[in-house]
């Protein structure tokens, strides 16, 4: 499974962005599907993740402002971000593979996001 991340840039704080992340194998559907983001000088960690029958986990931290979704036909998967925060400020990764809680061996190539104050 080789993935592909897009989009993310600078946003002001309240602002949105969204970021896709396109997966290549047929087995892409059977898989779990996540982002993870990684701030400056802290560890990897659960944003949010989709399994194949629809059901999501999100970390506490982007409850009711960040929305994954997954499109099996065409293999990708996308996080929406709404009201933004300065300490959304990360690199994010997909991640196949995993579970709701876990991730899984197959990580993207990463993709900035910053939120200016």
């Known amino acids: 499974v080789q993935l592909q991340a897009s989009g993310g840039g600078l946003v002001q704080a309240g602002g949105s962005v969204r970021i896709s992340c396109a997966g290549s194998?047929?087995?892409?559907?059977?898989?779990?599907m996540g982002w993870f983001r990684q701030a400056p000088g802290k560890q990897r960690e659960l944003v949010a993740a989709?399994?194949?029958?629809?059901?999501?986990n999100y970390a506490d931290s982007v409850k009711g402002r960040f929305t994954i979704s997954r499109d099996d036909a065409k293999n990708t998967v996308s996080l929406q971000m709404n009201s933004l925060r300065p300490e959304d400020t990360a690199v994010y990764y997909c991640?196949?593979?995993?579970?709701?809680?876990?991730?899984?061996?197959?990580w993207g190539q990463g993709t900035q996001v910053t939120v200016s104050s």
């Open positions: 991640n196949a593979g995993g579970n709701l809680i876990v991730a899984g061996p197959y």
């Open positions: 194998g047929s087995i892409f559907r059977l898989k779990t």
């Open positions: 989709a399994v194949p029958s629809g059901r999501t």
